[in-house]
C-alpha cells in the first residue's frame, strides 16, 4: 500500500514508518521540518495547517496514519498547552480537508489520540464501551482537565469532516514503550539506574502501555480490518501500578536501590527534566477490549515480558554503539 503519515518523523513515527518500510509499503512522510529519513522513505513538506502540494500525496494513497501533534514532553504552561491543542486539531481538520478533495480518496484514516482522554481511575480498567470520558474528576488539576479536552477535540476533528469513502479510526495511544534514545522507557530506565525508580506518590496510580513493535503490529491489523472505526484502544491488557511497573523494570534491568519520591519531589524533577508530573501521576487504567474482540493477539501482553524483551533491545543496541566506536 501507499501509506502517508502526517508527523511521521518523531519517535513513534520512527518505529512505524520502518516496520510498514519492511512490510514492502510506500511510505510518505509529512513533516514541517526535514530530517534524515530510512532509504526508501520519501520526506514532502507541509505546515500541518492548510491545504498545499502535500495534499496530492494523499489523492490515491491507500492509507492516511496522522500522527502530528506537539510532543507532551515538556512543561505544560499555558502556552505549551495551547500549542498541543492547536497542533493536533488543525492537523486533524487538514487532513480530513484533503481526504474530502482527493479523487481518489484513502480507504482508511488512522488518527492518532490519547489514553489520557480517558478519567484518572484506580478502580476498573476503561475499555472502549464502558471506559469513562475524563475532564470532570473532583480534585484534579485545571491543566488534566486541559489534556483531556485536547483529546476529545482531537478526535472530533477527525470525526467531523464528511468523508463516505474513507474508514476512520481513533487511535486511543498508551504510552508507547521502545528501545530508542529520548522515548518513555528511555527516561525510566535512567530514572532506575539512578536509583530514582521507586514509588511515586505512593505508586498506586495505573500505567498503561504497548510495546513498540505491538503498537506497530495493531496499526497493520486496524489498516486491514474493514470491520474495525471509531476509538480503539493501542494499550496492552497489563496495565500495572506504577511502583509495580517501576519494580518489574528494575528487575529486567538489574535489581537496583529505589529511592521513594513525594508529589512535591515528583514536581522538582519533572521541573528538572523539562516535563510535567501529569505524566507520572495520572492513573491511566487501559485495556484493549475492542483489539482482543477483533481477534488481535499481542506479542508481548504482560510487563515481565515487554521489558524483559526491551532491556534486552537496549543492551544490544549500546553493545553494538560501543563496538562500532571501538572500531
Known amino acids: 500500500m501507499k501509506i502517508v503519515i502526517p508527523g511521521g ?9 520502518r516496520a510498514l518500510l ?18 526508501g522513505v520519501r520526506h514532502v ?13 494523499v489523492d490515491g494513497a491507500d492509507a492516511v496514519v496522522n500522527l502530528a ?6 512543561r505544560y504552561t499555558d502556552e505549551h498547552l495551547r500549542q498541543m491543542m492547536d497542533s493536533r486539531v488543525e492537523s486533524a481538520r487538514v ?31 476503561h475499555d472502549e464501551a464502558t471506559g469513562v470520558i475524563g475532564g470532570e474528576e473532583p480534585d484534579v488539576p485545571l491543566y488534566w482537565e486541559y489534556s483531556v479536552r485536547i483529546a476529545r477535540r482531537w478526535e472530533a476533528a477527525q470525526a467531523e469532516a464528511a468523508l463516505p469513502a474513507t474508514r476512520r479510526v481513533a487511535l486511543r495511544t498508551a504510552m508507547v514503550m521502545t528501545p530508542d534514545r529520548g522515548g518513555v522507557l528511555d527516561h525510566l530506565l535512567w530514572m532506575a539506574r539512578l536509583g530514582l525508580g521507586g514509588p511515586v506518590a505512593g505508586g498506586g496510580q495505573y500505567v498503561s502501555w504497548i510495546h513498540g513493535d505491538d503498537f ?6 486496524l489498516l486491514d480490518r474493514d470491520d474495525v472505526e471509531g476509538p480503539v484502544n493501542l494499550a496492552a491488557p497489563d496495565p500495572l501500578p506504577q511502583r509495580e511497573l517501576m519494580d518489574r523494570l528494575r528487575d529486567a534491568w538489574g535489581r537496583r536501590p529505589a529511592l521513594p519520591a513525594t508529589r512535591w ?45 526491551l532491556v534486552r533491545d537496549v543492551r544490544d543496541r549500546r553493545s553494538l554503539g560501543r563496538a562500532r566506536s571501538a572500531a
Open 9 to 17: 518523523t518523531g519517535q513513534v513515527g520512527g518505529v512505524l514508518r
Open 22 to 39: 519492511e512490510s514492502g509499503h510506500e511510505v510518505v512522510v509529512l513533516s514541517r521540518h526535514p530530517v534524515p529519513l530510512e532509504a
Open 45 to 57: 513538506g507541509w505546515d500541518g495547517r492548510t491545504l498545499g502540494a502535500w495534499a496530492e500525496e
Open 69 to 74: 501533534g506537539r510532543t507532551v514532553s515538556c
Open 95 to 125: 487532513v480530513g480537508r484533503a481526504i474530502r478533495a482527493a479523487a481518489q480518496p484513502p480507504r482508511v484514516w488512522l488518527q492518532m489520540s490519547t489514553a489520557t482522554i480517558y478519567a484518572d481511575t484506580r478502580g476498573p480498567a
Open 216 to 221: 506497530c503490529r495493531a496499526v497493520a491489523f
Open 265 to 309: 519531589m515528583a514536581e522538582v524533577g519533572a521541573l528538572a527534566l523539562r516535563s510535567d508530573t501529569e505524566l507520572l501521576l495520572k492513573s491511566r487504567r487501559v485495556v484493549p477490549g475492542r483489539l482482543l474482540d477483533a481477534g488481535f493477539a499481542f506479542d508481548h501482553p504482560t510487563w515481565d515480558d515487554a521489558a524483559a524483551a
